[in-house]
């Protein structure tokens, strides 16, 4: 969800979402006791000036946002470095009115930052994929709806799982099968991220990794 202003929210999902739509959905979503985090990417000339709307509703409601930087995901989004609102600003601005503190790390590898507001109010993260990047800790990965595993979500080629899966083995070698291409990968996208490889680099489309 990157606005809370239906017009600039509109504008950003292309698709003439309102954003009654998203907060009736997350009404919904609380009620049946799921638990909730909202994602809001930043996107500079875009949807900047929705940084502390959203960081306002979402403290108010008790419900952790994730503020994400532009990122080159893909090959089709037009990314630019200077499209980037980096994660010093995000916390610099959201601090300049709300006084924050940061937050120990959940779980080794968790890709947000957290910060907690002083006040007690809960607490809001930051992903900040270009400005600091974090792939020595990377424990992501994806798998395609066509089975193919990417171990990197700027990776260009899956390995199939189908043959495994589909052979006799046991769910042992399946897991071994796994971990023989998760210890061989030698991913890190965002450390070596440049304007060059954001457009040269051929890179899977985040829809169809499920983000
Ligand atoms: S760029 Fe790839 S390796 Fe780096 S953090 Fe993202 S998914 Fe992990």
């Known amino acids: 969800m990157d606005a809370i202003d239906d017009a600039i929210f509109k504008r950003m999902n292309g698709r003439s979402v309102s954003v009654k739509t998203v907060l009736k959905?997350?009404?919904?979503?609380?009620t049946a006791g799921l638990g909730i985090k909202v994602n809001?990417?930043?996107?500079k000339g875009a949807n900047e000036e929705q940084i502390l709307p959203m960081a306002a509703h979402f403290k108010e409601e008790g419900i952790?946002?994730?503020?994400?930087e532009f990122m080159d995901v893909g090959s089709t989004n037009g990314w630019q470095l200077s499209s980037v609102v980096s994660k010093r600003e995000i916390v610099e601005l959201?601090?300049?009115?709300?006084?924050?503190?940061?937050?120990?790390e959940a779980y080794y590898g968790e890709v947000a930052s957290r910060f907690r507001y002083k006040d007690?109010?809960?607490?809001?993260?930051?992903?900040?994929?270009?400005?600091?990047?974090?792939?020595?800790?990377c424990t992501r990965a994806r798998v395609s709806a066509d089975g193919k595993l990417y171990t990197c979500l700027f990776a260009a080629k899956g390995t199939d799982l189908?043959?495994?899966?589909?052979?006799?083995?046991?769910?042992?070698?399946?897991?071994q099968f796994i971990a023989s291409v998760w210890h061989k990968r030698t991913d890190r996208y965002s450390d070596e991220r440049t304007e060059e490889t954001a457009k040269n680099r051929p890179k899977i489309e985040m829809s169809y990794i499920g983000g």
Not at 64 to 68: E, G, S, T, W
Not at 162 to 175: A, D
């Open 25 to 30: 959905g997350i009404e919904a979503a609380k």
């Open 40 to 43: 809001m990417v930043v996107k």
């Open 64 to 68: 952790p946002l994730r503020f994400i």
């Open 94 to 104: 959201i601090n300049s009115q709300f006084p924050i503190e940061p937050a120990d």
């Open 120 to 137: 007690g109010s809960g607490e809001f993260g930051v992903i900040s994929s270009v400005t600091e990047s974090f792939c020595s800790t």
């Open 162 to 175: 189908k043959p495994v899966l589909r052979s006799s083995g046991s769910t042992e070698e399946v897991k």
